[in-house]
């Protein structure tokens, strides 16, 4: 199974694998979305949508459909909360 931003639970963190469409937001790479890096999750609104994850150090609010595209290896479990 492949794993998403948007399988990630609270506090989980992955590293990015790919993207499953080549067209990615120009921003969201500018702000470290590449391949490589660690994302963690923040916190996800009420609806599911939209999603607040880290990268690099910046707390960035993505839209679900666009965290299905971001493949990631899952690192560590969420701590208890």
Not at 12 to 41: A, H, S, W
């Amino acid at each position: 199974m492949i794993a998403t931003v948007a399988d990630l639970k609270r506090g989980q963190k992955g590293i990015i694998r790919e993207f499953t469409e080549d067209i990615l937001p120009i921003k969201l790479l500018e702000m470290g979305c590449l391949p490589g890096n660690e994302v963690e999750l923040v916190q996800v609104a009420p609806l599911k949508d939209p999603i607040y994850i880290n990268v690099n150090g910046s707390h960035i609010a993505i839209r679900r459909s666009t965290a299905l595209k971001i493949e990631l290896d899952i690192l560590e479990e969420p701590l208890s909360v």
